[in-house]
T-cell receptor, first 112, second 119 residues
Framework: KQEVTQIPAALSVPEGENLVLNCSFTDSAIYNLQWFRQDPGKGLTSLLLIQSSQREQTSGRLNASLDKSSGRSTLYIAASQPGDSATYLCAVDSNYGQNFVFGPGTRLSVLP | GAGVSQTPSNKVTEKGKYVELRCDPISGHTALYWYRQSLGQGPEFLIYFQGTGAADDSGLPNDRFFAVRPEGSVSTLKIQRTERGDSAVYLC?????????????????FGPGTRLTVL
């Protein structure tokens, strides 16, 4: 059964710092991995989707990497801003059913 | 529409009552998903539709939960005999396709959710 974990659970950084959020999954047989952000009381906003054949995806200040064999993905945020404060979730679409399995999220606070 | 919409945004009901939650996906999206999210946790998969049919309902917790998508667009999640443990935010998402290897066509877009509170 696919399990997804995210470390750290919470992170607080000063504005302008570069930071890395981690996502780990137990079953490497995946189709893709997607990163989302969730603002308090809101739905999820898609950030990046990485197919299993890809190593990374970039969008603006965000870069997500995927190492399928080791069951890891990282989300790199450059030059963080207070507006980046949110919960960041990764979700894995596994080969063997279960569809998207989400991690518990990392709660990010960027202090001005 | 411009995005996925869900109604109502909030629903308060009493234990034992029946509730229906509605999801309007992005126009043209063939795949539709329902998730449930409890406080401090990531969403938990419930069911997904490809067109009108439920392609995978393995996440539905028990037979009190049922979902339909009769015309391949709007979907309704139905919960019978609600229990306090059903209280959560119910999220709906849609994607253009669900071929699982088509990259951005499989990208899921979420609605704002319905917060269900069972007293």
């Amino acid at each position: 059964k696919q399990e997804v974990t995210q470390i750290p659970a919470a992170l607080s950084v000063p504005e302008g710092e570069n930071l890395v959020l981690n996502c780990s999954f137990t079953d490497s047989a995946i189709y893709n991995l997607q990163w989302f952000r969730q603002d308090p009381g809101k739905g999820l906003t898609s950030l990046l989707l990485i197919q299993s054949s890809q190593r990374e995806q970039t969008s603006g200040r965000l870069n997500a990497s995927l190492d399928k064999s080791s069951g890891r993905s990282t989300l790199y945020i450059a030059a963080s801003q207070p507006g980046d404060s949110a919960t960041y979730l990764c979700a894995v679409d596994s080969n063997y059913g279960q569809n998207f399995v989400f991690g518990p999220g990392t709660r990010l606070s960027v202090l001005p | 529409g411009a995005g996925v919409s869900q109604t109502p945004s909030n629903k308060v009901t009493e234990k034992g009552k029946y509730v229906e939650l509605r999801c309007d996906p992005i126009s043209g999206h063939t795949a539709l998903y329902w998730y449930r999210q409890s406080l401090g946790q990531g969403p938990e998969f419930l069911i997904y539709f490809q067109g009108t049919g439920a392609a995978d309902d393995s996440g539905l917790p028990n037979d009190r939960f049922f979902a339909v998508r009769p015309e391949g667009s709007v979907s309704t999640l139905k919960i019978q005999r609600t229990e306090r443990g059903d209280s959560a935010v119910y999220l709906c998402a849609s994607s253009l396709t669900f071929f699982r290897d088509r990259g951005r066509e499989d990208e899921q877009f979420f609605g704002p959710g319905t917060r269900l509170t069972v007293l």
